[in-house]
């Protein structure tokens, strides 16, 4: 502890009388070692950083590899279904408008489409969308990266038909395979851009950090150059102040020991106030301690029973519970306070600023409050309390609620499950009596 600290001062101070004398030459050799060790620590973190910039280059690089990998799986089919719709001109979209009852594949490859496309899917519709002088670039500049989930999902019922293949559609109708195969690879695409997105999020994280780190190394390998300078600059000046040391002579480092031991004279003078403070504070400390079983079971009963107690009759039940520990050999505080014993400073302060009234029985109420285990209820027709709580509670989500609240008891229900607190207000004295079973179970119970 600090007394035991100021004990060991004084005899370290005698030591030092007889140490100073062999202690500048090591200072000499320490200040050339950390001059050298400065200049390997900056060496080793500028090599440390440059393997960090390589792993997450190389880590960026990795993720890149892998996203384009997973793309490469879907640009095939996209294109080829594009050349086969390069290959297409106005008379194979004319062969298809000519049917008036197209066959079912054709009708098929049509409804997926339109879906597409954001049209309706029957025959007519589709003859108005084939008809449109810019429906084969619409097919071709299509935004395929960002499909809406709903359309890729009434795709499926089409790609996963087993007759929706180009083979098969060929048989029927040439323009009707080209759109077969934009339709799958639309849906192709859409699925490996899925499983990208998170890739290509993850490697632009991963470049930025790249970047980030780049940026911290050239700053550092430059402060490493100001250093190294620095560093140089100070080995200069301590080369030729060896000389100037070496010729002040004894004279000078006895000037300077008195000089030191007259300051640590000082310090222990000024010390010995604080030692006989602390050798109080150590008494008080000791002396609280031999009284804490019977702090302890006076506070402990004040929070039991005290609660109901005016001023008055705490102060008295309080009295004599002291007196009967000290006849039964109980160590106790003569001045036994409950707001010395389970208050905090802070916490007062915090609770005066949240509303609570600074006088004594107010902060034994809210000891009281916070120290019991079983929710309090509270007498308040100033409605101090219903303020202080309010305040005290709100950050934690207090919810106020009336017996007459509609679906008050839900509200209360809610907030023991979350661990929220609750303030029940306007409560009369048959609370436990005269209302919902529920309520008196909840009331009743150690929550």
């Known amino acids: 502890n600090g007394l035991t600290k100021l004990l060991e001062t004084n005899a370290l101070v005698d030591e030092m009388k007889v140490e100073l004398s062999a202690l500048e030459p090591v200072l000499k050799q320490k200040s ?257 301690i031999r009284d804490v079983t019977g702090n302890v079971c006076i506070a402990a009963a004040c929070v039991a029973y005290c609660g109901a107690f005016t001023s008055y009759y705490r102060q008295l039940v309080g009295y004599q519970w002291i007196l009967r520990c000290q006849e039964l050999g109980i160590p106790i505080s003569a001045n036994f306070s409950l707001i010395g014993i389970l208050g905090d400073p802070y916490e007062i302060r915090q609770w005066n600023s949240e509303g609570l009234p600074r006088d004594t029985v107010s902060t034994e109420n809210g000891i009281l409050v916070t120290h019991g285990r079983r929710w309090p209820l509270m007498i308040d027709p100033q409605d101090q309390a219903n303020r202080w709580i309010r305040t005290k509670e709100s950050k934690n989500g207090l919810k106020v609620i009336k017996l007459t609240d509609n679906g008050f008891l839900r509200t209360l229900e809610s907030a023991i499950r979350l661990g929220m607190p609750v303030l029940l207000e306007e409560v009369t004295s048959d609370l436990l009596t005269f209302h919902l079973p529920s309520l008196r179970l909840i009331l009743q119970s150690d929550l």
Request: hydrophobic share 40%.
């Open 32 to 288: 050339i070692d950390v001059n050298a060790l400065m200049e390997k620590l900056a060496v080793d973190q500028e090599k440390a950083d440059q393997a960090l910039a390589k792993m997450k280059a190389a880590e960026t690089q990795a993720i890149a590899a892998d996203a384009q990998r997973d793309l490469d799986e879907a640009l095939p089919a996209l294109d080829s279904a594009n050349h086969a719709l390069d290959a297409l001109d106005k008379a194979d979209i004319a062969e298809i408008r000519v049917f008036t009852k197209p066959p079912d594949l054709v009708m098929t490859v049509m409804e997926a489409v339109c879906i597409l496309l954001n049209s309706k899917t029957d025959w007519a519709s589709a003859k108005q969308v084939l008809g449109d002088s810019n429906f084969l670039k619409k097919l071709t500049d299509y935004d395929k990266d960002n499909i809406r989930p709903q359309v890729l999902q009434r795709l499926q019922r089409y790609v996963q038909n087993a007759d929706f293949v180009p083979e098969k559609v060929e048989k029927v109708s040439k323009a009707c395979k080209s759109m077969c195969m934009w339709v799958r690879a639309m849906d192709l695409y859409s699925r490996v851009l899925k499983e990208v997105g998170p890739k290509r999020e993850k490697l632009a994280a991963a470049q930025a950090e790249l970047d980030a780190t780049m940026a911290t190394l050239r700053e550092k390998q430059a402060k490493l150059q100001e250093v190294e300078n620095q560093i140089k600059v100070l080995q200069e000046q301590f080369d030729s102040s060896v000389g100037e040391k070496e010729a002040l002579g004894t004279r000078k480092k006895r000037g300077e020991r008195g000089t030191r031991l007259g300051r640590s004279g000082k310090l222990t003078a000024a010390l010995a106030d604080e030692q006989g403070r602390w050798q109080e504070s150590v008494a008080l400390y000791q002396q609280d």
